[in-house]
T-cell receptor, first 113, second 114 residues
């Protein structure tokens, strides 16, 4: 199993540009989520999905869209990038059961100029 | 409102000694607590967890203690090794309908000196 994969690893955008961060998992996990990590802020939940076709907002959803058309994929879209979205983005997935351990991808480092 | 707090941004320990990382929480509805370890340029990896009905869980060199009355948990690493140098995140899981969502602390950078 590849686990959770994320592409790209690095990305530089200009303000106002759009892009999609890709996330895929091959563990047949129902739950997937997106976090951003900023210095001194820990990991903050952006959006999450409890299954195909179901998404919901996390702690910091503004400026981001998600969709979940398949169990495997959970892309994160930035429609109009802003410098405040410069961050490291992590995708995670988990299956049913205790303790709902989340498996994280390697991250995407995004810089918005 | 920060529900999971790691008040020490960093901790430095000598190799072979004990490392103690602390975490406080405010939400009494949390029913599971997890510790994650993160190396630079990698995603966090699960380390150890504890249910709210327990007060201790041990896995090799790692032990997590939970004090529910104080809403406090701690991670003990004995003995500490240089490879343990990483950022450690405390996380808590809500009960009931939010049982997939984790709330993370800001992390503590542990440095183990040879």
């Amino acid at each position: 199993n590849a686990g959770v994969t994320q592409t790209p690893k690095f990305q530089v955008l200009k303000t106002g540009q759009s892009m999609t961060l890709q996330c895929a998992q091959d563990m047949n996990h129902e739950y997937m989520s997106w976090y951003r990590q900023d210095p001194g802020m820990g990991l903050r939940l952006i959006h999450y999905s409890v299954g195909a076709g179901i998404t919901d907002q996390g702690e910091v959803p503004n400026g981001y869209n998600v969709s979940r058309s398949t169990t495997e994929d959970f892309p994160l879209r930035l429609l109009s990038a802003a410098p405040s979205q410069t961050s490291v983005y992590f995708c995670a997935s988990t299956g049913r059961g205790i303790p709902n351990e989340q498996f994280f991808g390697p991250g995407t480092r995004l810089t918005v100029l | 409102d920060q529900q999971v707090k790691q008040n020490s941004p960093s901790l430095s320990v000598q190799e072979g000694r004990i490392s103690i990382l602390n975490c406080d929480y405010t939400n009494s509805m949390f029913d599971y607590f997890l510790w994650y370890k993160k190396y630079p340029a990698e995603g966090p990896t699960f380390l150890i967890s504890i249910s709210s009905i327990k007060d201790k869980n041990e896995d090799g060199r790692f032990t997590v203690f939970l004090n529910k009355s104080a809403k406090h948990l701690s991670l003990h690493i004995v003995p500490s090794q240089p490879g343990d140098s990483a950022v450690y995140f405390c996380a808590a899981r809500g009960s009931g309908g939010s049982n997939y969502k984790l709330t993370f602390g800001k992390g503590t950078l542990l440095t183990v000196n040879p």
